[in-house]
């Protein structure tokens, strides 16, 4: 696959597909370009996306607000989506085209759209499986479901924060790689808005001891 659309209101899905896609077809830093349709013409973008690597085999054209896949017209730049379509007809193998596309959903009407399904990879991002995320995120670790569901409740469904939370654990337990409950009650803390509810309460109740210990796990 050559050229992917990737849309949808979940960043980070979207971000972790673009890293899948630069290890799967083992991309330098150097080798990944980045434009963005608001600000750059599609036709400089598609003559770098024709054109041959300097420095590997292939390389990744990245492309940020790729609002021509939407039913979206108001923008900074005018864009001519026949050059695209001229392109996804003839898709060059050295070039893995990436465009982000911020919107739920995009204009199936349109004919870049249709070729993008027929000569490349569309996918949505919309909706998340938390569990499975944090299933694969402790992958060679071992950690039961039910542990997997109560780091959830206990650290919230934001998937950049549960990420850093869950490589905070892996390090810690990288010789044992078994994960226990008492591993994830000292290496987190409950979600801001369960923690800052009973922070308020011992504030008011006057209870020091626990407003501290509140505030320490709200700071972990």
């Not at 939407?70 to 898709?91: A, H, R, V």
């Not at 596309?101 to 499986?129: F, M, P, Q």
């Not at 542990?147 to 998937?159: A, F, M, S, T």
């Amino acid at each position: 696959i050559m050229v992917y659309v990737l849309y949808g209101k979940i960043e980070y899905l979207i971000q972790k597909e673009i890293d899948r896609i630069i290890v799967e077809n083992n991309i330098n830093k150097v080798d990944i370009i980045k434009y963005d349709l608001e600000q750059d013409s599609l036709i400089k973008i598609l003559n770098d996306a024709n054109s041959i690597s300097l420095f590997g085999d292939k390389k990744i054209i990245l492309v940020y607000n790729s609002f021509i896949f939407t039913g979206t017209t108001k923008k900074s730049i005018e864009q001519d989506p026949t050059l695209l379509e001229d392109y996804l007809n003839n898709i060059n193998e050295d070039s893995v085209l990436i465009f982000w596309v911020n919107s739920e959903k995009l204009d199936e009407r349109k004919k870049i759209t249709k070729l993008a399904n027929k000569n490349g990879y569309v996918k949505e991002h919309n909706t998340v499986d938390t569990v499975s995320i944090v299933k694969n995120l402790f992958e060679n670790y071992s950690i039961s479901l039910d542990l997997i569901k109560y780091l959830i409740e206990r650290v919230g469904d934001n998937l950049p924060l549960l990420s850093l939370k869950i490589e905070k654990i892996k390090l810690y337990k990288k010789k044992k790689k078994n994960i226990t409950k008492d591993d994830i009650d000292n290496l987190t803390c409950k979600s801001f808005e369960e923690n800052n509810f009973k922070l308020i309460d011992a504030i008011i109740t006057k209870n020091k001891t626990l407003a501290y210990q509140l505030y320490k796990d709200g700071i972990r």
